[in-house]
């Protein structure tokens, strides 16, 4: 059975708490280049990686996803990760050219706390999801993330007020 959004978010977070890098890219939309925006202190900021295999990445000349997680799970490690807590607020999946939801495309605002093994929070953020369900799984397609899910940037606010 496919899993539907709260599942997939679920599921996301137990495969960064286990730091597996091959479980964690099975979550993105499969060989495309994925862009990662970052808005703070009012300054933005993009990222892309590919998921293909590493060497087509670099032979596209694009950034191998493996290269940028091996980086951030570094840092997760520095700072005594433990896991993430996930807070689904908001689902936007609309109905495009006929087709009924859970077909096509859908946004999802998530307000995250990243706790580490004394059981503090040391960061808290909000991020916003674009997501795609090409083949009946739903995968992470694009990623914003910003300061506050309680209070998005402007940017943010744009993205859901073009898809309502």
Avoid at 33 to 47: K, Y
Avoid at 61 to 85: H, M, Q, S, V
Avoid at 117 to 130: E, L, P, S
Wanted: glycine residues 6%.
């Amino acid at each position: 059975m496919a899993r539907d959004l709260p599942q997939l978010l679920s599921d996301y977070c137990h495969a960064f708490s286990e730091f597996d890098i091959g479980a964690i890219k099975e979550f993105y939309e499969r060989d495309a280049l994925l862009r990662f925006h970052t808005i703070e202190n009012g300054s933005a900021s993009t990222s892309s990686l590919h998921t293909g295999g590493i060497f087509k990445s670099l032979w596209k000349g694009k950034i191998p996803f493996e290269f940028a997680f091996w980086k951030i799970i570094r840092e997760l490690k520095a700072r005594n990760y433990d896991y993430a807590a996930a807070d689904l607020l908001e689902v936007y999946e609309p109905k495009e050219d006929g087709r009924q939801a859970g077909t096509g495309s859908a946004h999802i605002l998530v307000d995250y706390r990243r706790i580490n093994k004394a059981g503090d929070v040391y960061a808290q953020f909000g991020v916003v999801y674009r997501c795609v369900k090409p083949e009946g799984e739903w995968l992470l397609a694009e990623m914003w993330q910003f300061e506050k899910a309680s209070d998005p940037p402007p940017a943010i606010c744009a993205i859901f007020d073009s898809i309502r």
